[in-house]
């Protein structure tokens, strides 16, 4: 069974920082596009930063400068560092693969709340 498992989220307050965690239980992923979305109150869903399986990264650009995504060595866990956090930033994060970047996402993680205040 194919699974996405996020931690990391919690209440902060605005200027510090999180790190969000996504564990893939699936050796597969390593051929996909793995990302971070977010949704908001009320808002639609969002992508937030995406990593390819060549390493190409994007990010939306109200987190350019300070969210990070990146991957271990064995793509087994996603992360998201968030510094320099916002209020706008509240939302749960969702962890997230496709089998490319812009494709239409195939599993997703059951979300982490991010709370900043």
């Known amino acids: 069974h194919v699974q996405l498992v996020e931690s990391g989220g919690g209440s902060v307050q605005a200027g510090e920082s999180l790190r969000l965690s996504c564990v893939v239980s699936?050796?597969?992923?390593?051929?996909?596009?793995m990302g971070w979305f977010r949704q908001a109150p009320g808002k639609e869903r969002e992508g937030v930063a995406a990593i390819d399986a060549d390493g190409t990264i994007g990010y939306r650009d109200s987190v350019k400068g300070r969210f990070a995504i990146s991957q271990d060595n064995t793509k087994e866990t996603l992360y998201l560092q968030m510094n320099s956090l916002k209020p706008e930033d509240t939302a749960v994060y969702y962890c997230?693969?496709?089998?490319?970047?812009?494709?239409?996402?195939?599993?997703w993680g059951q979300g982490t709340q991010v709370t900043v205040s």
């Open positions: 699936e050796y597969r992923y390593s051929t996909y596009c």
């Open positions: 997230a693969a496709a089998y490319y970047c812009g494709g239409q996402v195939r599993y």
